[in-house]
């Protein structure tokens, strides 16, 4: 199993520039969320999606939109990046709130 | 306001016995997790309270008391490879989510 994976690693953008982030993951779990980190930080919640066709904003959702895809997949968006979305961003998914399954992480460079 | 707060650093030496704090403001605050990362890399679950009193799992304990909003992590026999970032996340209210701590580095001297 895979378990959680991201595309792409690392990534550069120059502002007002649009991309995808891309997660999935082959645990068959119902929850899905993005998390963003900045550096010295603890991980904030962008958005979350309890079930396939749901989703909910978390602490950080401003300038950001996700798509429940399928149970698998959850993308999410920047349709015109800044630079103060320069950061690494975290998919995860669980059965259980408490207990994250993270993937690797996505490194965005807004210039 | 839902926040978690964690000391920044932690240093200890090899072997020896360590405790990271975790203390919290919010209401309606559902269990405590643990949760470790190693240089930027994908976090990875540890520990959950989800009632008063200590868990333990191998050389890791963590511990909640819900009436003081306060929780910690004790890892024991300290390894080199312990050398990582921990946070301490709790879920408000019955919901799908988590709100996480600023983390703290622990660094494992020989």
């Known amino acids: 199993n895979a378990g959680v994976t991201q595309t792409p690693k690392f990534q550069v953008l120059k502002t007002g520039q649009s991309m995808t982030l891309q997660c999935a993951q082959d645990?068959?779990?119902?929850?899905m969320y993005w998390y963003r980190q900045d550096p010295g930080m603890g991980l904030r919640l962008i958005y979350y999606?309890?079930?396939?066709?749901?989703?909910d904003k978390g602490e950080v959702p401003n300038g950001y939109n996700v798509s429940r895809l399928n149970k698998r997949e959850f993308s999410l968006r920047l349709e015109s990046a800044a630079p103060s979305q320069t950061s690494v961003y975290f998919c995860?998914?669980?059965?259980?709130?408490?207990?994250?399954?993270f993937g690797p992480g996505t490194r965005l460079t807004v210039t | 306001g839902q926040s978690l707060e964690q000391p920044s650093e932690v240093t200890a030496v090899e072997g020896a016995i360590v405790q990271i704090n975790c203390t919290y403001q919010?209401?309606?605050?559902?269990?405590l997790s643990w949760y470790q990362q190693h240089d930027g890399g994908a976090p990875t679950f540890l520990s959950y309270?989800?009632?008063?009193g200590l868990e333990e799992t191998g050389r890791f304990s963590s511990f909640l008391s819900r009436s003081d909003s306060y929780g910690y992590l004790l890892l024991q026999e300290l390894q080199m490879k312990d050398s990582a970032s921990y946070f301490c996340a709790g879920r408000p209210g019955n919901t799908g989510k988590l709100i996480f701590g600023q983390g703290t580095t622990l660094q494992v001297k020989p």
């Open positions: 999606s309890a079930s396939e066709g749901t989703t």
């Open positions: 995860a998914s669980s059965e259980a709130a408490y207990e994250q399954y």
């Open positions: 309270n989800a009632l008063d």
């Open positions: 645990m068959n779990h119902n929850s």
């Open positions: 919010t209401s309606g605050f559902y269990g």
